[in-house]
C-alpha cells in the first residue's frame, strides 16, 4: 500500500469517533403531540419553519424524538414520561392534553407548549409576561374566542333558541369551553346543549342527537381530533343540514358554514422559534407567552344558501368560499 493511502486511511479511521461524538452531542428536541403524524403534518412543517429562523434544522444539527398519540389522549403521560427518561434537551408538546402531560413529567426539562386556553387559568404558567418554571409557549385563546363563535353562529341564525357545543370529554379544556359558552348563551337568552365525541365513531351519534334536539346552530369546540376531522364534521353537519361553525379554516373551506380563529400555523412556527432559543440557552421561565394577534373569518356562501341563511358579515370576511 503507497504511503499517501495508508495516511488517507488512518486519517480517516481517526474521524470516525470524531464525527460519532459530533452526532451523539447533537441536541435532542423531544415532540409530543395528542394527534397523528399523517394527520397533522402542518404541525410539523410549521415548527420545522420556527427552527429554521433560529438556525436549526433536523439531522444537520438537531434531532428530534416524536412521539404522537393518534388522538389517544390516555397514552401521553407514558409517551411524556418517556421523553423525560431520554433527557431530551426541550420538549415541544403540541395542544393543550400533550403540554398538561409533560408538565406533569418533568419540572425541570424546558417545555414549549401551544394551548387553545388561558395558560395562567389551567396552571400552565405563573403569568403570560413572566412564566416562571420551566414552562412557556404560545396560546391561540380559542377557548376564550366562544363567545364569539356563538355570537357570528346567532348572526346567521337569530330566530335560534338552542345552540349545541360539540365537545371531546377527553381534552382538558372541555369543562372551561362549556363554561364560558354556557355564559355567553345566557346573556343572549339562549340556551346550551352540550353534545360529546371523543372518537371519531361517536360524530354520526352527536350529530344525529344535535337535529332531534334540535339546535339551531352548532358550535365545534377546538380540539386535535376535530381539528383534523373538519371534512367529516363538515359533512355531517351538511348532512343533517345544521348550521355549524369552528375555529379552524379548513372546516369552511371543507364545507361547514363559518369559522373564526387564529392562524395554528403561525403558533406552532412561533412555538418552533421559541425551541430554538432555548436550545441558545434563553430560559422558558424569562419567555412570555405569545399570543395571537390577528383573527381570521372564513364563511362558505355555498353552504349558507343550501341551508337558505344570509349571513349579514360577508363583507368583513376574510375568505368568501362560493
Known sequence: MRRREFITLVGGAAAWPIAAQAQAAMPVIGFLAAGSSKG???????LFKGLAETGYEEGKNVRIEYRWADNQYERLPSMAADLVR??????AALTTPAAKAAKEASTTIPIVFTTISDPVQIGFVASLNRPGGNVTGVTLLSVEVGPKLLELLRGAVPSATVMGLLVNPANPNAESQAKNTRAATL???????????????EFDAAFTKARELPVGGLIISQDVLFNTKSAQLAALAIRHAIPAIASVREFAFAGGLISYGASRLDSWRQAGIYVGRILKGEKPSELPVMQPTKFELTVNLKTARALGLDLPYVGLADEVIE
Open 40 to 46: 397533522d403534518e402542518q404541525i410539523t412543517a410549521a
Open 187 to 201: 346573556r343572549l337568552g339562549l340556551q346550551l346543549q352540550v353534545l360529546n365525541a371523543s372518537a371519531e365513531n
Open 86 to 91: 431520554q433527557k431530551v434537551a426541550v420538549i
